[in-house]
């Protein structure tokens, strides 16, 4: 898989949000280090607060089908989902990502135009919380 074809499969997955109030399509194709790829889209309420991320979508669906070792994450969004800059994890994104990564290893593939930019997780969550510091 490469970082090319995650990024291919996040712009996909941005066809299946359901985004009736912002508008805003978010896709993300995570993969696992067994070569499956989970993809997520983002969820919209009418109550504002159950909306949940692309990128949680897709953890969850893996999480709960039993992944536990994850390589990247590509993200693709925009409005209507056309992509004209780079649609960066929010923060509780970033906080779940760190649940379940190596922050030096785990990078992040986000989706320009023509392109994508790609980041470890420390570099988008520097001295992060996670399970160390409860030890
Ligand atoms: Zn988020």
Known sequence: ??????????MKAMETAYVPYSGYKVGAALLCENGKVYLGCNIENAAFTPTVCGERTAFFKAISEGEKNF??????????????????????????IAEFCNPDTFTIL??????????????????????????
């Open 1 to 10: 898989m490469t970082d090319e074809t995650l990024c291919q499969l996040a």
């Open 110 to 135: 986000m989706v320009k135009p023509n392109g994508y930019e790609k980041h470890t997780l420390r570099e988008l969550l520097p001295f992060g919380f996670d399970k160390n510091r409860l030890k």
């Open 71 to 96: 390589v990247s994450i590509a993200v693709a969004g925009g409005k209507d989902g056309v992509v004209e800059d780079v649609f960066p994890p929010c923060g509780v994104c970033r906080q779940v």
